[in-house]
């Protein structure tokens, strides 16, 4: 078992063996299908999540006050939970004293990173506290299949944190898997796909209308129109939504079109990207998402706002998008909610998404907050385009 402990007052903080730790996360195991060890190219014998839960020792009351000063200390020496996502890919935490919004925002922002601005948001987030949101409001019976968040524009969070506030008795598991050992997998499965993909990269053609285009979908104004005020004309709207826009510092590499009911934008980017210390690549994409996604919601009315070519403009064959599903069903698992269970997720390395449930939609209550990291993915390719940048500032 492994233990990450606090000494008492944030003092002797250290892994296994902590002199009267006041507080301590235990790991502990899952069912196998909520649980795997990684293949290559992750170290031998690491689990994904990795599963802990908090213990008292002392006398100590479980406290949430007292949670969030553990997580803190354990932060302050070496950002022991950071290193701890950057070779698991996801953490769980159960049985912590999380019960709403508010505490799981408070839990969220101790371990020290800056939340995530979403810019050019796909779904509908409405604010329930800071930096927390509904994770996705499709309705119950579409399917989310696994991918990196936000694969389809130039700023995405490099940390994704979900609450259980709510679980369904039988389906709406979140998948968990890695991008490392997807690019792993797929480079010796389907090495051309890899060649092209690393040469080219991917054009992302994503469609923003006026009206939302799908329930749970965003507007325009939810995407790009924080600035936006009521009275402005036509001219003043449609240049505040293209200073937004530009915040994404990708110059030539990401192009908008105005059309009558809305705008489409086309990003220039690197599919496959390099995880920070290690520069080891990770297939950093939700390409097996929208093939998939495609398929089994095509009866749900569902739009797909977003099309992924090879960078020079060119279709890519199905043939690879169904054998990355191929890949990630071999190699995800899916984690089954208990009320109150928090997963953390690298987002750089570790891919989510939603099953559907049975019963209601209110059986279901996930929420979700973002994070920004002190350093975005690393280039694989050698174009310009191949380098991500974090979002300028207004």
Same mark, same amino acid.
């Given at each position: 078992?492994?233990?990450?402990?606090?000494?008492?007052?944030?003092?002797?903080?250290?892994?296994?063996?902590?002199?009267?730790?006041?507080?301590?996360?235990?790991?502990?195991?899952?069912?196998?299908?909520?649980?795997?060890?990684?293949?290559?190219?992750?170290?031998?014998?690491?689990?994904?999540?990795?599963?802990?839960?908090?213990?008292?020792?002392?006398?100590?009351?479980?406290?949430?006050?007292? /949670?969030?000063?553990?997580?803190?200390?354990?932060?302050?020496?070496?950002?022991?939970?950071?290193?701890?996502?950057?070779?698991?890919?996801?953490?769980?935490?159960?049985?912590?004293?999380?019960?709403?919004?508010?505490?799981?925002?408070?839990?969220?922002?101790?371990?020290?990173?800056?939340?995530?601005?979403?810019?050019?948001?796909?779904?509908?987030?409405?604010?329930?506290?800071?930096?927390?949101?509904?994770?996705?409001?499709?309705?119950?019976? /579409?399917?989310?299949?696994?991918?990196?968040?936000?694969?389809?524009?130039?700023?995405?969070?490099?940390?994704?944190?979900?609450?259980?506030?709510?679980?369904?008795?039988?389906?709406?598991?979140?998948?968990?898997?890695?991008?490392?050992?997807?690019?792993?997998?797929?480079?010796?499965?389907?090495?051309?796909?890899?060649?092209?993909?690393?040469?080219?990269?991917?054009?992302?053609?994503?469609?923003?209308?006026?009206?939302?285009?799908?329930?749970?979908?965003?507007?325009?104004?939810?995407?790009?129109?924080?600035?936006?005020?009521?009275?402005?004309?036509?001219?003043?709207?449609?240049?505040?939504?293209?200073?937004?826009?530009?915040?994404?510092?990708?110059?030539?590499?990401?192009?908008?079109?105005?059309?009558?009911?809305?705008?489409?934008?086309?990003?220039?980017?690197?599919? /496959?990207?390099?995880?920070?210390?290690?520069?080891?690549?990770?297939?950093?994409?939700?390409?097996?998402?929208?093939?998939?996604?495609?398929?089994?919601?095509?009866?749900?009315?569902?739009?797909?706002?977003?099309?992924?070519?090879?960078?020079?403009?060119?279709?890519?064959?199905?043939?690879?998008?169904?054998?990355?599903?191929?890949?990630?069903?071999?190699?995800?698992?899916?984690?089954?909610?208990?009320?109150?269970?928090?997963?953390?997720?690298?987002?750089?390395?570790?891919?989510?998404?939603?099953?559907?449930?049975?019963?209601?939609?209110?059986?279901?209550?996930?929420?979700?907050?973002?994070?920004?990291?002190?350093?975005?993915?690393?280039?694989?390719?050698?174009?310009?385009?191949?380098?991500?940048?974090?979002?300028?500032?207004?």
């Amino acid at each position: 078992m492994e233990t990450i402990a606090v000494g008492a007052g944030g003092q002797a903080l250290k892994l296994d063996g902590a002199p009267s730790p006041a507080l301590v996360f235990e790991s502990f195991d899952l069912p196998a299908t909520n649980q795997r060890v990684l293949g290559p190219p992750h170290p031998a014998n690491t689990a994904t999540p990795l599963a802990l839960r908090p213990s008292t020792h002392d006398g100590v009351h479980l406290d949430l006050h007292t /949670v969030i000063q553990t997580v803190k200390s354990l932060q302050a020496q070496d950002g022991i939970l950071t290193r701890k996502l950057a070779r698991h890919g996801a953490l769980l935490f159960r049985g912590l004293p999380i019960h709403n919004a508010d505490d799981f925002s408070k839990f969220a922002h101790s371990f020290g990173y800056k939340p995530h601005e979403i810019i050019g948001i796909v779904v509908n987030r409405p604010v329930l506290a800071p930096n927390v949101a509904p994770a996705n409001e499709a309705p119950y019976s /579409v399917l989310i299949y696994n991918h990196n968040e936000s694969p389809q524009v130039p700023h995405a969070p490099e940390y994704v944190f979900f609450y259980g506030h709510k679980a369904p008795e039988k389906g709406g598991e979140t998948p968990i898997s890695s991008s490392l050992e997807l690019f792993y997998r797929a480079q010796r499965e389907i090495p051309d796909f890899i060649a092209e993909l690393t040469e080219k990269g991917i054009l992302s053609k994503v469609v923003y209308k006026v009206e939302k285009q799908y329930e749970g979908g965003s507007t325009l104004k939810q995407a790009f129109g924080k600035e936006i005020q009521e009275g402005d004309d036509e001219a003043t709207r449609r240049s505040k939504i293209e200073a937004q826009i530009s915040r994404y510092g990708r110059g030539r590499f990401t192009t908008w079109e105005w059309t009558d009911d809305g705008i489409t934008l086309t990003h220039r980017l690197p599919a /496959v990207r390099t995880q920070p210390e290690t520069n080891l690549p990770t297939l950093f994409t939700g390409l097996a998402a929208y093939y998939k996604n495609a398929r089994v919601n095509a009866s749900s009315g569902r739009k797909n706002v977003t099309e992924q070519l090879y960078g020079d403009g060119t279709p890519i064959p199905e043939k690879y998008l169904e054998h990355l599903a191929k890949i990630t069903d071999e190699i995800r698992v899916l984690h089954k909610w208990q009320e109150g269970d928090v997963l953390v997720y690298d987002n750089i390395i570790a891919q989510h998404g939603r099953q559907p449930w049975e019963g209601e939609q209110s059986d279901r209550v996930v929420l979700a907050s973002l994070f920004d990291g002190v350093k975005v993915p690393g280039p694989y390719g050698y174009g310009e385009w191949a380098q991500v940048v974090q979002a300028l500032d207004e």
